[in-house]
């Protein structure tokens, strides 16, 4: 008898007590590169060998194609998806320079005839959403005509032009998003989001950087570092199998065609498609525009000069500049967040090698030493100083021109209680990952609409076992602060002392309030901007403010410039959780 994801989580909903996936049921792809793999040898593609997509023309063209795409001199050509543009690009995507209130027409063409992890495409997760009516059949499509969706992550669009999970690209045809770029210049990224195939085609290499320019940011120099000193930064982790291909572990269910696994976490760093890049760098400051556009791990990174942490300033997040630099020298980034940085090698003589390095555990719970489970990337990429004397201009102590309008003394139209769940099959192995307890499917988000221009607070309870980076579509928000609670109480007495079934439990979930311990702690100063994606930690309540509209603070600006109405999504932007139910819809009328 062949068993379906539901039928084998109702076998085992009686004796599963916890809601989070043990650690050592992540299943990393721990061994699959080929051992001695050198690094520091690979040159690190700059924006110019990215190739750069100049938005103000108006429109332009992508088209997602095959490729075979070299990470490494000793690795052989990786099979590998693309977006390409005129520089036909064999991974990833060029470079999209866009300007503030300059309209842009993005097509995207459908190129693909087969996946190059096609053996790990899970037909039960899309035969779920075709079940449920939404995709079309058959469910083993994705293998030989990949169902493909370009998400603006960050982007205040449309509806209709969002890029959401059921906004495919007709096989052989094309689709046309529209950004009328109505808000404050920041990095955004463009990135794949098709239904339950989106971790596997974001692996391969649909992503790219959207940079946005207004006045406090023309990217010509004159404020911020430019031109070559200015560098992106795209990370990624993979692991390879000895013929070059990309290796992505699978699950084995007896009677089960699941192979689904909770998160995946490579052995090899790649950084804008090169496997532990270098990067020669002139004695001046340099603006890396850093996206974590890994699948599950979070990166903690420092620029190390031997063992020693250079300072630098973090002067922007997801959503744009902060009103003024902030000195760092470690900063965290969840899967989907961004960080806009400036570090200066000055002063550090020629010859120098500054070490990217990160000490993340993964999967990522706390951040506490020793809290791993998947292979660990203590280097990403390393840049050496040279004697070229560089640019090194003071950094602007005021970085807008008009502040940050602060979201916390605002009037809130609702405040919503928002559950992350973890659910079991009968082993007590990871099932699915859920917002709410509620499926994707699941129609309870229509009963309570979003009204436009306003404000809400959204607090998110984890009760599971690792962090969350939960993502909105539409809008950027703000970090109010974040509570421990008492959350297995909480989850016992909102869905029961047992695995809660899904689609069940109140909905609405009740508010946290009786479970809250200690106070609450406010968001570290480079988290004071704009945010589209929030890591919600566990064992705690994240609470944030969210303007559903332009008009939403009564006039003030917000990094948003346009209200739409209609349907969008917010989810979990690990991609294995994503693919899985960790994402609900959300209707702003």
Request: with cysteine; net charge negative; hydrophobic share 40%.
């Amino acid at each position: 008898m062949e068993l379906n994801r539901r039928q084998l989580f109702r076998l085992g909903a009686a004796s599963a007590a916890v809601l989070a996936f043990p650690a050592g049921a992540t299943t990393p792809a721990r061994a699959a590169t080929p051992a001695g793999l050198s690094r520091f040898t690979e040159p690190l593609p700059t924006m110019a060998d990215l190739g750069v997509l100049d938005a103000t023309a108006g429109a332009a063209t992508l088209r997602t194609a095959g490729t075979l795409h070299r990470y490494h001199a000793d690795l052989p050509p990786t099979p590998s998806l693309a977006y390409q543009g005129a520089g036909g690009q064999t991974c990833l995507g060029p470079v999209v320079v866009a300007r503030r209130g300059v309209p842009f027409d993005l097509t995207v063409v459908d190129g693909l005839t087969g996946h190059p992890l096609a053996g790990a495409i899970d037909t039960s997760l899309v035969q779920d959403a075709i079940s449920a009516g939404l995709l079309p059949g058959p469910a083993d499509q994705d293998r030989t005509a990949p169902r493909t969706a370009l998400h603006l992550h960050g982007g205040n669009t449309a509806a209709d032009s969002d890029g959401g999970p059921l906004d495919t690209v007709p096989h052989g045809g094309a689709r046309t998003h529209h950004y009328d770029n109505a808000q404050a210049a920041t990095a955004l990224w463009y990135h794949d989001h098709a239904m339950a195939t989106g971790r596997l085609n974001v692996l391969a290499g649909l992503a790219g950087l959207y940079l946005l320019r207004d006045d406090d940011d023309p990217g010509d120099g004159s404020r911020l570092p430019g031109g070559p000193y200015e560098v992106p930064l795209l990370l990624q982790d993979r692991s390879f199998a000895d013929d070059g291909s990309l290796a992505y572990p699978v699950a084995s269910v007896p009677g089960s065609p699941r192979t689904w696994v909770p998160e995946f976490f490579g052995d090899v760093s790649t950084v804008n498609g090169r496997a532990w890049p270098t990067l020669g760098v002139d004695r001046g400051r340099y603006r890396f525009r850093i996206v974590n556009a890994a699948n599950s791990r979070f990166y903690r990174l420092r620029f190390l000069r031997d063992a020693a942490a250079l300072p630098f300033w973090q002067i922007g997040t997801d959503g744009g500049l902060l009103d003024a630099p902030v000195p760092l020298d470690v900063v965290t980034l969840g899967p989907g967040e961004r960080a806009d940085l400036v570090v200066d090698f000055s002063d550090l003589p020629p010859g120098t090698d500054v070490v990217l390095g990160n000490d993340a555990p993964a999967p990522y719970r706390s951040g506490a030493p020793g809290d791993t489970g998947g292979p660990a990337l203590p280097e990403v990429m390393r840049f050496t100083v040279g004697e070229q004397v560089g640019t090194a201009p003071a950094l602007p102590a005021r970085l807008r021109a008009v502040p940050v309008t602060r979201l916390e003394g605002l009037p809130v139209a609702a405040t919503r209680t928002m559950t992350l769940v973890h659910a079991m099959d009968m082993a007590g192995g990871p099932m699915m990952a859920l917002l709410n307890n509620r499926t994707f499917a699941s129609a309870d988000y229509t009963t309570a609409p979003v009204a436009a221009d306003t404000v809400e607070q959204w607090e998110f309870v984890n009760g599971t076992g690792v962090a969350h980076p939960i993502h909105l579509h539409y809008t950027q928000f703000q970090v109010l602060d974040r509570q421990q609670a008492d959350v297995r109480s909480y989850s016992a007495d909102t869905y029961g002392p047992g695995q809660p079934m899904p689609d069940t439990g109140p909905y609405p979930p009740p508010p946290a309030t009786p479970y809250l311990l200690g106070r609450p702690r406010p968001p570290a100063a480079e988290e004071r901007g704009w945010k589209d994606t929030v890591v919600a930690l566990p064992g705690e309540v994240t609470r944030i403010r969210v303007p559903f509209g332009a008009g939403a603070a009564g006039g003030a600006p917000l990094a948003m410039g346009s209200t739409f109405r209609g349907e969008y999504v917010w989810h979990c932007h690990l991609l294995e959780h994503e693919d899985n139910e960790m994402m609900q819809r959300f209707v702003v009328r």
